[in-house]
T-cell receptor, first 112, second 115 residues
């Protein structure tokens, strides 16, 4: 699996956009970029994923650079409930299609 | 309601006493997986299953067994638990394999303490 690098922690003011970066410089052509988040020991929650194009859903936007070596998750109007650990995951195919490797994630703290 | 359920949610046991953590999903998903989460180590995959009777090791399979006799259930078995298996465990499922663009749904977690 391609490795991902995320900042350990970030802060954001409530109501502002939260931009969470992720580097995945060894990503290969068939690997998706996924974002999940985990709120205080609950089960991780899916946010968004993409392959090449930018994606948007009701929760967030995902911006993937043209060379696909990095991406940014955008929460357009962060709320206190968005405080969580955010995981960027790049999933490989190859011989281990089923393996999914989470990194350390980014602790996002949204403050009033 | 579509969901992944785990039982028990909390368990305290002693070294060597066999235990099973159950996982069930009601979404007819083919793919299921088990993770453990430890402070400072994040989520690590234990085992996964692509379909009934098809299972494979994740990153930390030692000391665990799984079975997939029917699509909806994927129990995690600790034959002889040890204190280093004290952890928070999550089960997850998805329609297909993670690499194919399918999203995983996670259960609420099982907090296991082995004394």
């Amino acid at each position: 699996d391609a490795k991902t690098t995320q900042p350990t922690s970030m802060d954001c003011a409530e109501g502002r956009a939260a931009n969470l970066p992720c580097n995945h410089s060894t990503i290969s052509g068939n690997e998706y970029v996924y974002w999940y988040r985990q709120i205080h020991s609950q089960g991780p929650q899916y946010i968004i994923h993409g392959l090449k194009n930018n994606e948007t859903n009701e929760m967030a936007s995902l911006i993937i650079t043209e060379d696909r070596k990095s991406s940014t998750l955008i929460l357009p109007h962060a709320t206190l409930r968005d405080t969580a650990v955010y995981y960027c995951i790049v999933n490989a195919g190859g011989t281990s299609y089923g393996k999914l490797t989470f990194g350390q994630g980014t602790i996002l703290t949204v403050h009033p | 309601e579509a969901q992944v359920t785990q039982n028990p949610r909390y368990l305290i046991t002693v070294t060597g006493k066999k235990l099973t953590v159950t996982c069930s999903q009601n979404m007819n998903h083919e793919y299921m997986s088990w993770y453990r989460q430890d402070p400072g180590l994040g989520l690590r995959q234990i085992y996964y299953s692509m379909n009934v009777e098809v299972t494979d090791k994740g990153d930390v399979p030692e000391g665990y067994k799984v079975s997939r006799k029917e699509k909806r259930n994927f129990p995690l078995i600790l034959e002889s638990p040890s204190p280093n298996q004290t952890s928070l465990y999550f089960c997850a499922s998805s329609v297909g394999q993670p690499h194919s663009g399918d999203t995983q749904y996670f259960g609420p977690g099982t907090r296991l303490t082995v004394l």
